[in-house]
């Protein structure tokens, strides 16, 4: 008796229907406001050409040095780009310095672009060192300036969709330098054509690179001279990173125990696809703690989330709800909702940069405590910046920082009350604080 494969269909009663059509015209309509602010964002003016070395420099100006490996195709032309958005057939390397201006200069969280290249350390993000080098040179630079840090930790940076090499670097030497934590940053850039309509392309060449960022984290692991190692990866990076460790534990059933801190932020990763992935990485517990930094007013993933059919992002989840709280907690994933913090970007994509999460990311990786540690909560973090801030912002903006982190974090839920008392006192000026502490 043959099977009959209509019959196995389960069809949508009329009423379902009529929610999924509802459904789809609300999606093109958040599409097409998504759309609009990503395409302003992205015909302005964006950098290129910033990659040109300089040896001018100013007072009170920092340096920060990364080594940089990518799946990018090299071009010389136009000066000053190095690597383009085609694919190449392995990986190469890079030693590229910028030169961050002083911060009385510059707004922290924020890359300070010059108008046109090389540009003024004083006020600008400028290039003072941009090498191409092969394996045996990445290791050796690697290896010597690993050796003058106690800590030996290497932070390595996957970005995100719509990324071009010199935003790839230029990002990334803002957050290092403003997480203010002893690491070597370890940038890993693959072949995004930094175009907000070439998505699927990005999107398969983030399937293309997981076999190289894996190949760069094994290095790593194996290398006598890294101590410990954290992973920060943004937007489609996400997904680069996360196949990449899921093919590490299944290759050596198991994480390196080298990698201490796995930081997810704004993944572009549909919800289906992570419950398979996060499986093979935390599959015991000797796993490397998760942290993922959520926003549900992300617009780049609303969009990215009608494109897939409107399958939800995790980046974009609420982490309250259900299956995602359930899924979470069984997985062990700590999770920061980072909602209702402010930012400056008009997709709010890029909330993890901005002054006051890289600076709570920084004081974790600082510490070299777990980003879920119960003793200091990621959201305490939060709530003790917030806490300075709340003499200029108010204390209700202050407290709405550490507030929905509260919800979500266990250890923030159980300090919210003294951090509430604390804030509030900070607002109005009271000179003492709870639970015994003094206000700034």
């Known amino acids: 008796m043959g099977v009959d494969l209509e019959g196995l269909v389960a069809q949508p009663p009329a009423s379902r229907r009529v929610n999924r059509i509802a459904a789809a015209l609300a999606r093109l309509s958040l599409a097409a406001a998504c759309a609009g602010a990503l395409l302003v964002a992205g015909c302005a003016s964006r950098p290129l050409g910033d990659l040109i070395a300089t040896s001018a420099s100013a007072p009170g100006a920092e340096t920060v040095d990364m080594i940089v490996a990518t799946t990018r195709a090299p071009v010389t032309e136009p000066p000053g780009v190095m690597f383009g958005g085609d694919r190449a057939i392995g990986l190469a390397f890079a030693d590229i310095a910028v030169s961050i201006p002083p911060d009385s200069a510059r707004k922290i969280g924020e890359v300070q672009w010059p108008a046109s290249p090389p540009g003024d350390p004083a006020h600008d993000f400028v290039t003072v060192r941009a090498d191409r080098i092969d394996l045996k040179e990445a290791r050796a630079r690697l290896d010597e300036r690993l050796a003058h840090m106690p800590g030996r930790h290497v932070l ?26 002893d690491v070597l940053p370890v940038l890993f850039t693959w072949p995004s054509r930094g175009r907000p309509l ?78 398979r992935q996060i499986a093979e990485i935390e599959a015991n517990a000797k796993s490397p703690p998760v942290t993922l930094l ?11 989330q009608w494109v897939a059919g409107d399958e939800p992002r995790l980046g974009a989840i609420d982490p309250r709800r259900e299956p995602y709280r359930g899924l979470l907690e069984k997985s062990h994933v700590q999770v920061v909702d980072l909602t209702q913090v402010a930012s400056d ?44 801030a709340a003499k200029t912002a108010g204390a209700t903006a202050a407290l709405a920082i550490s507030t929905p982190i509260a919800i979500v974090d266990p250890a923030t839920r159980e300090t919210l009350p003294d951090q509430a008392a604390e804030i509030v006192n900070s607002a109005s000026g009271s000179p003492q604080s709870s639970a015994g502490s003094t206000a700034p």
């Open 198 to 275: 070439e998505y699927f392309y990005d999107r398969e060449s983030a399937s293309y690179s997981r076999d190289a960022l894996e190949a760069v984290l094994q290095g790593l692991a194996k290398d006598p001279r890294v101590g410990k190692i954290s992973i920060l990866a943004h937007s489609m990076g996400n997904f680069i990173a996360v196949e990449a460790l899921r093919q590490m534990a299944i290759r050596n059933r198991a994480i390196s125990p080298k990698i201490k801190d796995i930081m997810l932020a704004a993944p572009d990763i549909d919800v289906d696809v992570f419950r």
């Open 156 to 181: 390595v940076f996957v970005h995100g969709y719509n990324t071009r090499f010199e935003e790839a670097v230029y990002r990334f030497a803002q957050v290092a330098h403003d997480t203010r934590a």
């Open 294 to 304: 959520v926003s549900q007013d992300d617009r780049a993933l609303g969009l990215s």
């Open 345 to 388: 970007d008009p997709a709010n994509h890029s909330k993890f940069a901005s002054d006051d999460v890289v600076r709570a990311i920084g004081a974790r990786l600082a510490t070299g405590q777990k980003l879920n540690d119960a003793k200091s909560s990621f959201g305490e973090t939060i709530g003790s910046i917030a806490i300075g």
